[in-house]
Nanobody, 123 residues
Framework: QVQLVESGGGLVQAGGSLRLSCAASGRAFSTYGMGWFRQAPGKEREFVAAISWTGGSTMYAESVKGQFTISRDIAKNTVYLQMNSMKPDDTAVYYC????????????????RGQGTQVTVSS
């Protein structure tokens, strides 16, 4: 069993930065692929970024490549999403997710999900 708790969301001006954290509990965390997804008001949930269990491989949505960086600290059981040069379009609830089966860009591939953290970017 893995439990995920996101933090670090909030209000930021366009052009600013935020770093989201996802703290995981569970002995097997270090073997799980991890992902970040987001859902804006009135829109479907979309993939943002993912990282392999070793941290050696990452994947990003085209819309955030070069802007966001995903990383993990296995010793701290934490995954991060560094978001730079933020835009109003980045406004959404951001969710952390864990997968026993690798890492990918589809919500259904992740069998553990956090409750989400709100990120609002003002123009």
């Amino acid at each position: 069993q893995v439990q995920l708790v996101e933090s670090g969301g909030g209000l930021v001006q366009a052009g600013g930065s935020l770093r989201l954290s996802c703290a995981a509990s569970g002995r097997a965390f270090s073997t799980y692929g991890m992902g970040w997804f987001r859902q804006a008001p009135g829109k479907e949930r979309e993939f943002v970024a993912a990282i392999s269990w070793t941290g050696g491989s990452t994947m990003y949505a085209e819309s955030v490549k070069g802007q966001f960086t995903i990383s993990r600290d296995i010793a701290k059981n934490t995954v991060y999403l560094q978001m730079n040069s933020m835009k109003p379009d980045d406004t959404a609830v951001y969710y952390c997710a864990a997968s026993q089966y690798g890492f990918g860009n589809k919500w259904v591939e992740y069998n553990y999900r956090g409750q989400g953290t709100q990120v609002t970017v003002s123009s």
